[in-house]
């Protein structure tokens, strides 16, 4: 080899090493979480749990909750839980069990020492309001007041608040963590990304274009499982004008995503989870799991929905 060849071998091996060991942090951080995952859907349950249902208040409407907390001397970490679009607290059945998908959640944490509030956003389930009055912002709006309510609340850390969110819920969990600062752990679930192209496969997008221009005026759509919604045109058009991974860039703290790659509403996946990831400054992971949209609760594998929540208690542990 000549004199003028070893340096750009030189070269090439030191950039080849540095590569590599930009690699290797990612992937053993991975490996670490995978590792944790696995302890934690191995764990005993340490605490019983008792639930109560709870008023929030938000500019004068009730936001009804319920709270899971484990028995046992505290303060405990506590996860705000948001459900999807057209959703509930008691956000859909985990077949072949009696739990819901949050609900299973909630007992499946506060076993482990970590309590939940999961909340009815204002228009759904037993809160206050019409759900043709559902907006992005409104949704947002009331977690942001529930982390008042939990900043106050005895017996959970208000240093510790993590929020996971579900689909929209997702969206609304990334744009409450990058304005509030109180949020110490987020972890979104197949969350929505792109709200044009995601709703625009959802409702369709011809529907949606329309019904952004039209003001106060109510749409009626028949949704792809069977059953109409109505919503008015501020929610169609605020899925142009919030962006939830514009809003993620904005909170610094850990982020884990965990996607179905088989899902089909919020999709290409994993890209629609990495985006996030792309966007924010910190602590991160994907986790890409054989599940669809909603983990497979509908199709009873209840695996799935546990492969996420053993994957979120150990990232909430970890960070």
């Known amino acids: 080899m000549s004199d003028k060849a070893r340096p750009r071998h030189a070269l090439l091996y030191l950039t080849l090493l540095l590569t590599l060991s930009l690699l290797a942090g990612p992937l053993a951080a991975q490996d670490s979480l995978a590792d944790a995952a696995a302890a934690a859907a191995g764990s005993m349950a340490e605490h019983s749990v008792s639930e109560s249902d709870v008023n929030i208040d938000n500019m004068g409407h009730t936001i009804v909750g319920t709270l899971a907390l484990p028995d046992g001397?505290?303060?405990?970490?506590?996860?705000?839980?948001?459900?999807?679009?057209?959703?509930?607290?008691?956000?859909?059945?985990?077949?072949?069990?009696?739990?819901?998908?949050?609900s299973r959640a909630a007992h499946w944490l506060g076993e482990?020492?970590?309590?939940?509030?999961?909340?009815?956003?204002?228009?759904?389930?037993?809160s206050d309001g019409a759900w043709e009055d559902t907006t992005f912002s409104g949704q947002i709006s009331d977690a942001i007041a529930t982390l008042d309510y939990l900043e106050m609340l005895e017996g959970?850390?208000?240093?510790?608040?993590?929020?996971?969110?579900?689909?929209?819920?997702?969206?609304?969990?990334?744009?409450?963590?990058?304005?509030?600062?109180?949020?110490?752990?987020?972890?979104?679930?197949?969350?929505?990304?792109?709200?044009?192209?995601?709703?625009?496969?959802?409702?369709?997008?011809?529907?949606?274009?329309?019904?952004?221009?039209?003001?106060?005026?109510?749409?009626?759509i028949?949704?792809?499982?069977?059953?109409?919604?109505?919503?008015?045109?501020?929610?169609?058009?605020?899925?142009?004008?919030?962006?939830?991974?514009?809003?993620?860039?904005?909170?610094?703290g850990p982020l884990l995503v965990i996607v179905g790659e088989r899902d089909t509403t919020v999709t290409p996946?994993?890209?629609?989870?990495?985006?996030?990831?792309?966007?924010?400054?910190?602590?991160?992971?994907?986790?890409?799991?054989?599940?669809?949209?909603?983990?497979d609760v509908l199709s009873e594998r209840p695996e799935v929905i546990d492969e996420a929540?053993?994957?979120?208690?150990a990232w909430l542990q970890g960070n």
């Open 73 to 102: 001397e505290g303060p405990f970490p506590v996860a705000l839980l948001l459900h999807g679009f057209t959703g509930t607290r008691h956000e859909l059945p985990v077949l072949g069990t009696e739990d819901t998908m949050f």
């Open 112 to 126: 482990r020492g970590v309590a939940s509030l999961r909340i009815d956003f204002r228009g759904s389930g037993e």
């Open 156 to 220: 959970v850390d208000s240093g510790s608040i993590s929020i996971i969110g579900l689909s929209q819920g997702g969206l609304v969990a990334a744009a409450t963590a990058g304005r509030d600062g109180r949020v110490s752990n987020v972890v979104l679930w197949s969350a929505v990304a792109s709200p044009p192209v995601s709703y625009g496969i959802l409702l369709g997008h011809d529907t949606v274009l329309a019904a952004a221009t039209s003001g106060d005026e109510v749409t009626t």
């Open 222 to 252: 028949m949704l792809p499982w069977g059953v109409e919604t109505s919503l008015r045109g501020h929610f169609f058009e605020e899925i142009y004008l919030v962006d939830p991974v514009a809003e993620i860039a904005g909170y610094g």
């Open 269 to 295: 996946m994993p890209q629609a989870g990495q985006v996030y990831l792309d966007y924010h400054e910190g602590a991160e992971a994907l986790v890409v799991l054989d599940g669809d949209h909603v983990f």
């Open 309 to 313: 929540l053993a994957y979120s208690l």
